[in-house]
Nanobody, 130 residues
Framework: QVQLEESGGGLVQAGGSLSLSCAAS????????MAWFRQTPGSERQFVAA????????YYEDSVKGRFTISRNSAESTVHLRMSSLEPEDTATYYC???????????????????????WGQGTRVTVSS
């Protein structure tokens, strides 16, 4: 199972940008569908974005489309989430997630479900001030 560690969270003003990174340790990173989720206190973990095994396909939650970009670097076993035009509603703890997948594509029904993922990072806090 892959181990994940997020970094890059912090405090930013509304309209600003922030980049999150997720470093994966372990073997066979290229077999994993990777995703970002976020969670606020008292709420369920919410899907943000996913990237396929090769990086050729991405999928986003509607509210972040056009503002967030997910990417992966297989040589470095990292996943990144570039966030721009941040809004106070983006304030949350962001989690990196991974699951082994046989196909190089994204099924939105499974990719958006946190129960589909077997490995999680510890989370990184993002706070957007108004």
């Amino acid at each position: 199972q892959v181990q994940l560690e997020e970094s890059g969270g912090g405090l930013v003003q509304a309209g600003g940008s922030l980049s999150l990174s997720c470093a994966a340790s372990g073997r066979l990173f290229s077999r994993y569908l990777m995703a970002w989720f976020r969670q606020t206190p008292g709420s369920e973990r919410q899907f943000v974005a996913a990237v396929s095994r090769s990086g050729g396909a991405t999928y986003y939650e509607d509210s972040v489309k056009g503002r967030f970009t997910i990417s992966r670097n297989s040589a470095e076993s990292t996943v990144h989430l570039r966030m721009s035009s941040l809004e106070p509603e983006d304030t949350a703890t962001y989690y990196c997630a991974a699951t082994v997948q046989g196909r190089d594509s994204i099924d939105p029904r499974s990719a958006t479900n946190p129960r589909s993922f077997t490995s999680w990072g510890q989370g990184t806090r993002v706070t957007v001030s108004s």
